[in-house]
């Protein structure tokens, strides 16, 4: 951990309550003590003990939290860029992986790969270099109990590896493997799987949807899981509404994702058991279909955050700046209601109290913009508009 003081700040964004949703203070500083934040606020406000602490000048640009990604697929092996060719042709997600495409293509090349830290660690760095500060991991593209302990180690060494934090999910019921009866792979996953994974993951998740899990099956696996110690998550409402959103109500998950297909009835349900909506608007933006209602689940007073859903089939994307851009261009809703979601949303979602703000006792993660405010994060679509990655008090891009 390292010691930072971060000065000359034009727009500081905190994300303590106040006047406004972010907590935006103009003039500001940020000093970081053992790589947690000791200051934030006015320099002008600046404790003496903390002016001779190395020195990082904004020279007036903005300054946010570290981005959370609460939803990645990080670890896998190969690449569908012909299925995505196949999309824009007309066929549709389900009907790829009916063909035995989609998430199964990308198990097989899992399987065989003899290396799979390597391109996680590459693709996290690249995760980092756009200002994402914590990521969390999911297995699910083994199906088998070797592959998936696999990827979670491959998690492991992302954590290892990179100056990220990295927190991981247990997605043995991403769907169900080829070739095996539909009762006997979730008998593998409760009764194989998760005694030998589970600690290696904080975290369970369930894809539950049309064609996937149902949701006696995914209650059945979260259960389980609870009974091993890990967080319940869920895949739910992305291709239809199937009852996963109230599900996730039920068992008093940390997240319910994807919610393409969510009714105002899910969101008060999410609301009321403090379940956070993690919205996911590259990967429906990839594929051509409805986006989450992102202005109705705010509205309801859900919590909710954005996250990449970083993956090789449905949402190639590294970057929370371009996520934070079409959860305002195509979900509607605001920068501010955005960033937040990208931050602390993202925090809360994997229940990790010192993410996603900048206060005393914050984690001392943040990003220097290459900008005067964080309206350029969606205003700048696709470029590149972080200037410097600041994790635990140490400069790291």
Known sequence: MSDLLVSGIGSLVTNRPGRDLLGVVGDAAVAIVDGAVA???????????????????????????????????????????????????????????????????????TRSAPDLAADAVRRATGMLANGTTTVEIKSGYGLDTATEVRMLEAAAAVRERTPLDVTATFLGAHVPARGMDRGDYLDLVVDEMLPVCAPLASACDVFCDDGVFTVSEARRVLLAG?????????????????????????????????????????????RDAGVVAVLLPAASFSLRSP??????????????????????????????????????????????EALWAATRGGALALRMADRGWLGPGAAGDLVVLDAPSHLHIPYRLGSGVVERVVKGGAKVG
């Open 39 to 109: 200051y934030a606020g006015p320099e002008g406000d600046l404790p003496e003990e903390h002016r001779d602490l190395p020195l990082l000048d904004a020279a007036g640009r903005a300054v946010v939290p570290g981005f959370v990604d609460a939803h990645t697929h990080l670890v896998f092996a190969g690449e569908r860029s012909g299925e995505f060719a196949r999309r824009l042709r007309g066929e549709t997600y389900e009907e790829i992986l009916a063909a035995g495409g989609g998430i199964h293509s990308t198990v097989e090349a």
């Open 291 to 336: 986006q989450a209602p992102g202005r109705m689940l705010w509205d309801a007073g859900a919590t909710v955050a954005l996250a990449t859903d970083c993956n090789p089939g449905t949402s190639y994307v590294d970057s929370m700046p371009l996520v934070v851009a079409l959860a305002c261009l195509e979900m509607g809703l605001s920068p501010d």
């Open 226 to 270: 609870l009974a091993h110690g890990l967080v319940p998550r869920l895949h739910a409402e992305q291709l239809a509404h199937t009852g996963a959103a109230a599900l996730a109500a039920e068992v008093g998950a940390s997240s319910a994702d994807h919610l393409d297909c969510v009714t105002p009835e899910d969101a008060a349900a999410l």
